[in-house]
């Protein structure tokens, strides 16, 4: 069972009408790793990490959750049926996903955004759910913030709540579609600090980053997309360190000057 | 002309009739409670139609809008009277008649569910897709979307506006006299045939309309703002 990957993705392929993003990507998120994905704008990162969830469906390929496949079921007699919307949303639940713009619910509180999920989608009673949420609010160190409303916070807090809130959902995963891409340097460092613990923990992690010293030191395994496909993968130090393609020098050349 | 003026502003013959006066003004509450239920209702619908992912259904939704949206409230209030009951009564074979109080909730209701449907539409395209995107990432059903993510923030951000159109509605009300709903207005005009006495009644009608639109419309007005105020600070 422990052999299963906790993500595995196989053979995705993502067009937008004639715009083919995604050409064939196929990799595996073992328990517990920290897989980050780098690469230019418009390489298909964040594509293939909306593919994960299904909030971008796949042209072709499959993503397996622990196993079990997220766009398709198979019937008693082998048919590969597509899933209900219903039950794409039971596996969605076993994915945070943190996004680059926080996407937090203004109109309720940092604790009734972390509470809402567990609640409404989990079923948990009000007081198992705020304690959990506070358990998550505690986990990013906003738990003096959980009266605020997300107006009042800075885009770091908001970010860490945009966290908190994913987290309040038990996930197997992890997804970080460029969580600090939209964040001031200073902003930037709380949000990493957070995901950094998060690694430590076993947390299981997808991170779509531009942040390459941080993906050099929290990652198991780095991808380099380019142009819809993995250019190169491997453990940090040989992506980092000795890069084979000479996108992937390039690429990094930019960014480690 | 100033003893017209005094005979206008003399509130002694209102008063007299207050009980049966007060009565009518029953009837343009209940009828704009029951219009503004409906408009809501009707007019949400619509504005899910309105922004749905197929183009039928949006056709479907434009259609209902414009049609009740640009058709008069004092055609339309005779038309849902004096016609509709004949179309449906030859549709099923009976003979067909609306009392005049349903009517005139259901030819209010439509015409304003086209306001409300706009009011809807823009609120609802106005929440950053973001929000629903992480609903959606967090497994929220549709339904749950739309009940705790996009409604509550829509109703916010669409009270100044829906405020105006509760106001215009209940102006509205005071011509379902003419299919005889005993409203005001008709109880006025029933008076004024005993009393011969248009200009107090008339004007006793006037400023009550006037002194409860202005009224109700400050008081909602400000506890909105401050509803307003307490989130988006």
């Given at each position: 069972m422990s052999s299963i990957p906790a993500i595995s993705v196989v053979d995705v392929h993502k067009s937008f009408g004639p715009l083919a993003v995604l050409k064939g990507v196929s990799f595996d998120v073992p328990r517990g790793a920290v897989v980050s994905m780098i690469g230019a704008s418009g390489s298909g990162k964040s594509t293939l990490l909306r593919c994960?969830?299904?909030?971008?469906?796949?042209?072709?390929?499959?993503?397996?959750?622990?196993?079990?496949?997220?766009?398709?079921?198979?019937?008693?007699?082998?048919?590969?049926?597509?899933?209900?919307?219903?039950?794409?949303?039971?596996?969605?639940?076993?994915?945070?996903?943190?996004?680059?713009?926080?996407?937090?619910?203004?109109h309720m509180t940092v604790l009734g955004n972390v509470v809402?999920?567990?609640?409404?989608?989990?079923?948990?009673?009000?007081?198992?759910?705020?304690?959990?949420?506070?358990?998550?609010?505690?986990?990013?160190?906003?738990?003096?913030?959980?009266?605020?409303?997300?107006?009042?916070?800075?885009?770091?807090?908001?970010?860490?709540?945009?966290?908190?809130?994913?987290?309040?959902?038990?996930?197997?995963?992890?997804?970080?579609?460029?969580?600090?891409?939209?964040?001031d340097p200073e902003l930037t460092d709380e949000v990493l600090a957070v995901m950094r613990d998060l690694a430590r923990d076993g947390t299981t992690m997808i991170v779509v980053t531009h942040e390459m010293r941080f993906a050099r030191e929290v990652s198991d395994r780095v991808l380099f997309l380019h142009n819809g496909l993995i250019e190169e993968e491997g453990p940090p130090e040989e992506v980092f360190g000795a890069p084979r393609s000479e996108r992937c020098r390039q690429f990094l050349s930019k960014y480690l000057q | 002309m100033s003893g017209a003026l005094a005979e206008a502003l003399n509130p002694a013959l209102f008063w007299e009739y207050r009980e049966i006066l007060l009565k009518g003004l029953a009837f343009n509450f209940y009828v704009f409670a029951c219009a503004a239920a409906a408009a809501l209702a009707l007019g949400l619908g619509a504005a899910l139609l309105r922004v749905n992912r197929w183009r039928p259904v949006r056709w479907a939704g434009t259609l209902h809008v414009e049609i009740f949206r640009n058709a008069p409230d004092y055609v339309m209030v005779v038309w849902v009277h004096f016609v509709l009951p004949l179309l449906l009564g030859l549709a099923i074979g009976q003979r067909l008649e609306f009392p005049p109080f349903l009517s005139a909730v259901i030819a209010l209701g439509l015409v304003y569910s086209g306001y409300f449907a706009e009011t809807f539409r823009a609120g609802i395209q106005s929440i950053p897709f973001g929000q629903i995107e992480a609903g959606r990432a967090c497994g929220m059903p549709e339904r749950l979307i739309l009940w705790r993510i996009i409604l509550p923030q829509v109703v916010r951000r669409m009270l100044p506006e829906a405020v105006n159109q509760f106001v215009s509605l209940f102006k509205a009300t005071t011509i379902v006299s003419l299919i005889a709903v005993p409203d005001l207005m008709y109880q006025v005009s029933m008076v004024t045939q005993q009393e011969m006495r248009p200009l107090p009644l008339y004007t006793g009608a006037a400023l009550t309309y006037f002194a409860i639109i202005f009224l109700a419309s400050s008081l909602v007005r400000a506890g909105a703002e401050r509803w307003r105020q307490k989130v988006y600070a």
């Open positions: 994960i969830n299904h909030l971008e469906t796949p042209s072709a390929g499959e993503i397996y959750i622990d196993g079990e496949p997220m766009h398709f079921r198979v019937a008693g007699d082998g048919r590969r049926l597509p899933r209900p919307i219903a039950e794409i949303n039971r596996l969605r639940r076993d994915l945070g996903m943190v996004f680059q713009q926080f996407n937090l619910w203004p809402e999920a567990p609640r409404r989608v989990r079923g948990l009673k009000r007081g198992e759910a705020a304690e959990l949420a506070l358990e998550c609010l505690r986990r990013v160190h906003l738990l003096d913030k959980a009266e605020e409303y997300p107006a009042r916070l800075s885009g770091g807090q908001q970010q860490r709540v945009a966290i908190a809130r994913a987290l309040a959902m038990q996930p197997k995963a992890m997804l970080f579609d460029e969580a600090t891409s939209s964040l | -």
